[in-house]
C-alpha cells in the first residue's frame, strides 16, 4: 500500500512536471509566433516605404523637368537663349533639385533599412523565446522527474 502510494505521488509529480513544462513551453511559443508576425510586418513595412519612396522619387523627377523646362523657356522669352548665365543657373537649379531627390531617397532607404534591422532582431527574439520554452519543458521535466524519484528516496536506506 505504501509502494502504491508513493508510485501514485511519483506519477503525479512526473505528470505535474510535464504539464507545467508544457504550459511554459506554449506560452514562450506563442511569444515567438508574435515576434515572428511583427518581423513580417517590418518587412512589409520596409517594402512600402520603399514603393513610396520610388514613386516619390519619380514624381519629384517629373516636377524637376517641368522646373527646368519652365525656366529654360522664360530664359528664351527674356533673350537670354543659352547665355552662359542661363546655362549656369539652369545646372545650377538642376543640381540642386536633384540633391533634394537624392537626400529623400538616403532618407527612405534609411526608414527601410531600420524597419528591416527591426525585422531581425523581431526574428531573433522569436529564436529565443523557442529556444527558452524548450528549455523550461526540459527544466520542468527534469523537476517533475526528480519529486518523482525523490519521492522514493528515505535518509536511512529505500
Do not use: C, H, W
Not at 80 to 107: C, H, K
Amino acid at each position: 500500500m505504501v509502494l502504491q502510494t508513493a508510485i501514485l505521488a511519483a506519477g503525479l509529480n512526473f505528470a505535474s512536471g510535464f504539464l507545467k513544462g508544457k504550459e511554459a513551453e506554449n506560452e514562450y511559443l506563442a511569444r515567438a509566433e508574435t515576434a515572428r508576425q511583427q518581423a513580417a510586418v517590418y518587412r512589409q513595412n520596409a517594402a512600402t516605404v520603399r514603393l513610396n519612396g520610388a514613386l516619390n522619387e519619380d514624381a519629384q523627377r517629373s516636377q524637376k523637368r517641368a522646373t527646368i523646362a519652365s525656366a529654360r523657356a522664360a530664359a528664351g522669352e527674356a533673350g537670354m537663349g543659352e547665355s552662359p548665365t542661363t546655362a549656369t543657373a539652369l545646372a545650377t537649379t538642376s543640381s540642386a533639385l536633384e540633391q533634394n531627390i537624392l537626400n529623400r531617397r538616403y532618407e527612405t532607404e534609411s526608414a527601410a533599412e531600420n524597419y528591416l534591422y527591426q525585422a531581425r532582431l523581431a526574428e531573433e527574439e522569436a529564436r529565443q523565446y523557442k529556444k527558452t520554452g524548450s528549455n523550461m519543458f526540459v527544466s520542468n521535466m527534469l523537476s517533475g522527474l526528480a519529486s518523482a524519484v525523490g519521492g522514493f528516496y528515505k535518509p536511512n536506506g529505500l
